[in-house]
């Protein structure tokens, strides 16, 4: 397990101007909007520690638009290292708020009124990488809405290796489910990066690679900055596991029954993966693969996904158009 990194310090623009938290980064050239979020969770700072690394090396965009939003400062301010998971949100989950028959309405609560704040920038943004942390250790992966185009996107960034394709919550939609990025029909990508566990320091440095690797798949980078500083694909080819289905609490408490790891595949059907209050859940399928655990979840919330990992995927890797290049209509 690698050591802690300092709490990040966020920056003043986090406070202040028309639209706090919220830097815009803009290229005389024309080209394609990116936005990099972090803090949508406020207990994970690994994001916005990446984040104010790639402030620190100076790189802004040679075409297009780039935006860097910490989408949740407040509740990062109520952060306290003894009990994390209080700091997820002020008042309800901000990544289960990106509906807008759910954001048309009078804002109830402090996210809401964040999301409504953020909307009309999202809606421009043609490429989002949403950078989260997980609660237990486990391999980097990137996740996505089951569209093809998400999910073609994901596998040629190949940091990291792992590309889940997930449809989302009962409880409500992710940020990379809003409006165009579910959208087969129209353009705009989104994707949800989890760079690992929470106050790692190698969850920091997965970050960053990955905002590095994914600026310069969208083709903003200059050519020498992109030399310079954007990783290669991660060796190991890409593979893709596809969710099935979603383990909701009903009762609660819910207790796995082994020590939970993302990731980890169970051979047999039948097999008792875990408890909730007294009531057994068994793997429904072979070969199931039990992602992003969250063993403190309350009722009416995701403990777990199970998927299955699709193969091959060299079909969904063929080199397409370069992202980047394509006139990247606004939605
Ligand atoms: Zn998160």
């Given at each position: ?63 297009g ?11 990062y ?17 901000l ?6 028959n ?9 996210e ?79 994707l ?18 990955a ?19 954007a ?29 939970a ?14 408890f ?56």
């Amino acid at each position: 397990m690698s050591a802690a990194f300092p709490l990040p310090r966020l920056p003043e623009w986090c406070w202040s101007g028309e639209l706090p938290g919220v830097l815009e980064l803009a290229a005389a050239r024309p080209g394609p909007h990116v936005a990099i979020f972090a803090l949508v969770h406020g207990n994970e700072p690994a994001g916005a520690a990446a984040l104010l690394q790639l402030c620190e090396l100076g790189i802004r965009p040679a075409r297009g638009r780039l935006t860097l939003c910490f989408a949740n400062p407040q509740a990062y301010a109520a952060y306290d290292p003894s009990r994390p998971a209080q700091a997820r949100f002020l008042d309800e989950d901000l990544n289960r708020l990106w509906d807008d028959n759910l954001l048309d309405r009078p804002a109830a609560s402090r996210e809401r009124a964040r999301a409504r704040q953020l909307r009309s920038l999202v809606r421009q943004v043609d490429f989002l990488l949403d950078l989260h942390s997980m609660q237990v250790p486990g391999e980097p992966l990137l996740l996505c809405h089951p569209t093809a185009k998400a999910v073609a996107f994901a596998l040629r960034l190949g940091i990291p290796a792992t590309v889940v394709s997930d449809p989302g919550h009962e409880s409500g939609r992710r940020l990379i489910d809003y409006s165009a990025f579910a959208d087969p029909e129209r353009p705009g990508i989104a994707l949800l990066l989890e760079a690992g566990c929470h106050r790692q320091r190698r969850t920091v440095e997965t970050a960053l690679a990955a905002v590095l690797r994914f600026l310069d798949v969208c083709g903003i980078l200059d050519p020498a900055d992109a030399a310079r500083f954007a990783p290669r694909p991660w060796g190991r080819e890409p593979r893709l596991v596809r969710v099935e289905e979603r383990v909701t609490v009903r009762r609660g408490p819910f207790r796995l029954v082994e020590p939970a790891a993302s990731l980890r595949i169970v051979p047999r059907a039948g097999t008792t993966i875990a408890f909730d209050g007294g009531r057994a859940v068994r793997t429904p399928f072979d070969d199931c693969v039990l992602l992003l655990p969250a063993p403190s979840a309350p009722p009416g919330h995701t403990a777990l996904r199970l998927g299955r990992l699709a193969r091959p995927v060299a079909a969904l890797t063929r080199p397409g158009a370069e992202p980047g290049s394509a006139s990247a209509a606004r939605r």
